[in-house]
Antibody, heavy 119, light 108 residues
Framework: EVQLEESGGGLVKPGGSLRLSCVASGFTFNDYSMNWVRQAPGKGLEWVASIFSSSNYIYYADSIRGRFFISTDDAKNSLYLQMYSLTAEDTAVYYC????????????WGQGTLVTVSS | SYELTQPPSVSVSPGQTARITCSGDALPKQYAYWYQQKPGQAPVVVIYKDSERPSGIPERFSGSSSGTTVTLTISGVQAEDEADYYC???????????FGGGTRLTVL
């Protein structure tokens, strides 16, 4: 059974940093592309970043480029999102999601981890 | 940046047909995917590659594509279908994913 479990969310002050983690199980992690998607309270889904096989390709949304960095550790079946210079607009539930093989469909999602940026 | 446009809300009575549209310039080149999200839950795919239905998704969910618009159709809407629905696709070069703003389906 495919499972994705995020962790690392919490309360952080404006200008602060945070690292999110997502541990994957039930599939061969390095065979799939992975994503971070966020959802601000009461708002819609926003794609944040994707990392393709073997980290050869990494893409970021304009809203976070230069502040957030996606990475993987295949040995630990883990996906990460390092976030810097956080603002209140970054307050959201952050989901990790797996791409379906050969498509841009995100077929499995974690339950999300809440990041709150507030003084 | 690339955008997908959805209506904010659609309302239908039980048993009627709900249609939710999603427009974007790259949709003729890139497949669209539809997600259902209920409060407090992660999104679930209900349609992939414009019109394919994953196993376990009821047959009343269908998808279609015409030019720069894709449509999610729910025939014989049930109370349990009340949720937020998001279309998702990629830019023409397949580098950036994008979600529509979401449509809240209300079952009257």
């Amino acid at each position: 059974e495919v499972q994705l479990e995020e962790s690392g969310g919490g309360l952080v002050k404006p200008g602060g940093s945070l690292r999110l983690s997502c541990v994957a199980s039930g599939f061969t992690f390095n065979d799939y592309s992975m994503n971070w998607v966020r959802q601000a309270p009461g708002k819609g889904l926003e794609w944040v970043a994707s990392i393709f096989s073997s980290s050869n390709y990494i893409y970021y949304a304009d809203s976070i480029r230069g502040r957030f960095f996606i990475s993987t550790d295949d040995a630990k079946n883990s996906l990460y999102l390092q976030m810097y210079s956080l603002t209140a607009e970054d307050t959201a539930v952050y989901y990790c999601a797996r791409d379906s093989e050969g498509s841009y469909q995100m077929d499995y999602w974690g339950q999300g981890t809440l990041v709150t940026v507030s003084s | 940046s690339y955008e997908l446009t959805q209506p904010p809300s659609v309302s239908v009575s039980p048993g009627q047909t709900a249609r939710i549209t999603c427009s974007g310039d790259a949709l003729p080149k890139q497949y669209a995917y539809w997600y259902q999200q209920k409060p407090g839950q992660a999104p679930v795919v209900v349609i992939y590659k414009d019109s394919e239905r994953p196993s376990g998704i009821p047959e009343r969910f269908s998808g279609s594509s015409s030019g720069t618009t894709v449509t999610l159709t729910i025939s014989g809407v049930q109370a349990e279908d009340e949720a937020d629905y998001y279309c998702q696709s990629a830019d023409s070069r397949g580098r950036y994913k994008v979600f529509g703003g979401g449509t809240r389906l209300t079952v009257l």
